[in-house]
């Protein structure tokens, strides 16, 4: 059974911390790709971190330095730090193998809220 539990969302002020947090069904975890996405209202989801089973790890550009990737595989959990928030980052946050198809299983996602 698919399993992918975002968490870790919340409203924090320009210039804040956040960490997201993901537990995923052992299936869904085990040697893929893990990746977070998020998608800001009226904008298309893209994804602005990937972890590989190993810990190397990619970013978008516009989270280099802010955001960290890392994944617990005993946990079967990925999570995302963000550092020195902007207002921009504002979207819901998912995650999900990055080897999926967008028509793929979306988790519900977690609403994160930068103010200025």
């Known amino acids: 059974q698919v399993q992918l539990v975002e968490a870790g969302g919340g409203l924090v002020q320009a210039g804040g911390s956040l960490r997201l947090s993901c537990a995923a069904s052992?299936?869904?975890?085990?040697?893929?790709?893990m990746g977070w996405y998020r998608q800001a209202p009226g904008k298309q989801r893209d994804m602005v971190a990937s972890?590989?089973?190993?810990?190397?790890?990619w970013y978008a550009d516009s989270v280099k330095g802010r955001f960290t990737i890392s994944r617990d595989n005993a946990k079967n959990t990925v999570y995302l730090q963000m550092n020195n928030l902007k207002p921009e980052d504002t979207a819901v946050y998912y995650c999900?193998?990055?080897?999926?198809?967008?028509?793929?299983?979306w988790g519900q996602g977690t609403q994160v809220t930068v103010s200025s």
């Open positions: 972890i590989t089973s190993s810990g190397s790890t």
């Open positions: 052992g299936s869904v975890f085990r040697r893929n790709i």
């Open positions: 999900r193998p990055t080897r999926w198809g967008p028509s793929e299983y």
